[in-house]
């Protein structure tokens, strides 16, 4: 890649060629086609509104990289709000967003013709894992075991070498990624029978942490950017813990990339792309935020959820 542009001339640049992330790497980035060589002074200033909904497991990371925008470009606002990885890809494809946030592929929710119509810019990779409330005394699952719990098998902590006691499911609702990524690793597939009621159903990665601390014998699972010891407790799946360099190597199998479609992107909504994928961002803010960036992983994942070596 091309030496770092600064942040001011990265947004500055009129005519440049867009940096995308597909897949695992960057690939491509371009300085300016203009022969134009006029001072940053008079460049066009950059205003408008960018509407940017869905998955709520990297959203502290967009709003973090959204001030620091709005701060450079004082005309602009990027309006930030949640729902869901469903939710987002379908704003998006509709034209009432014009960034969708997502944890999974586009046509793992989509038609496959909606899917063709976006533009998948994956800013970085999230770890996800299972949460307990602090007060149940389990440390480690196996993949069975958390398989055994989500489809209602598993009712009581005793089951799995904790104090006796029920366990409380607090689940996502239906659209989310994070739901979506959690079920493709653990459950494999496998559904919770219709009977099976957990305790609750939850829109957004706070009100889990809210959950979980409010209710005895909780588990669910969350985004590593949301883990917090003073809340609730992570659990190691089979033996191994819920870090970021486990996913790099493959060892942790729970996590996703974090996606965010466009479509027919206009000018300010593809320069706040651009910077998501800058050195700023993707150098320094993406693991101070708690995320992996996509180049450090010595694996990847494909739209059917397959995992091989990168």
């Not at 134009?36 to 205003?47: E, I, P």
């Not at 499911?169 to 990624?177: F, N, P, T, Y």
């Not at 965010?260 to 909504?269: F, G, N, Q, S, W």
Request: charged fraction near 25%; proline fraction near 2%; glycine fraction near 10%.
């Amino acid at each position: 890649m091309s030496d770092s542009l600064s942040r001011r001339s990265f947004l500055s640049l009129a005519g440049g060629t867009a940096v995308v992330l597909a897949g695992l790497g960057l690939v491509g980035c371009g300085g300016s086609s203009s022969s134009d060589t006029s001072s940053d002074s008079t460049a066009k200033a950059l205003s408008g509104t960018v509407n940017c909904s869905g998955a709520t497991s990297f959203q502290p990371l967009v709003e973090a990289a959204a001030k620091k925008f709005e701060d450079e470009n004082p005309d602009v606002t990027i309006a930030i709000t949640g729902g869901g990885s469903g939710q987002g890809l379908s704003d998006v494809r509709d034209g009432k967003a014009q960034i969708g946030r997502s944890d999974v592929f586009a046509e793992e929710k989509l038609d496959a013709s909606d899917a063709k119509a976006l533009t998948d810019n994956t800013v970085c990779v999230v770890g996800m894992g299972p949460i307990v409330n602090s007060n149940v005394d389990v440390d480690d699952l196996t993949t069975d075991q958390l398989k055994g719990i989500f489809t209602g098998k598993i009712t009581d902590w005793s089951e799995v070498g904790g104090t006796a006691g029920k366990i409380q499911v607090i689940e996502r609702k239906a659209g989310s990624g994070t739901r979506a990524t959690f079920e493709a690793a653990v459950l494999g597939g496998e559904s919770a029978p219709a009977d099976f009621a957990p305790v609750a159903e939850e829109d957004s990665s706070g009100t889990v942490v809210e959950k979980i601390q409010q209710t005895e014998g909780a588990i669910s699972y969350l985004a590593f950017s949301y883990f917090d010891d003073t809340k609730f407790k992570a659990l190691k799946v089979d033996g191994v813990e819920a870090r970021a360099e486990n996913v790099c190597n493959g060892s942790f199998k729970i996590w996703a990339y974090e996606h965010m479609y466009t479509k027919d992107a206009d000018e300010v909504t593809q320069a706040f792309i651009d910077y998501m994928m800058s050195d700023e961002v993707q150098g320094s803010m993406v693991e101070e935020q708690g995320f992996i960036p996509a180049n450090d992983m010595k694996v990847k994942k494909d739209a059917s959820g397959t995992i091989t070596n990168a």
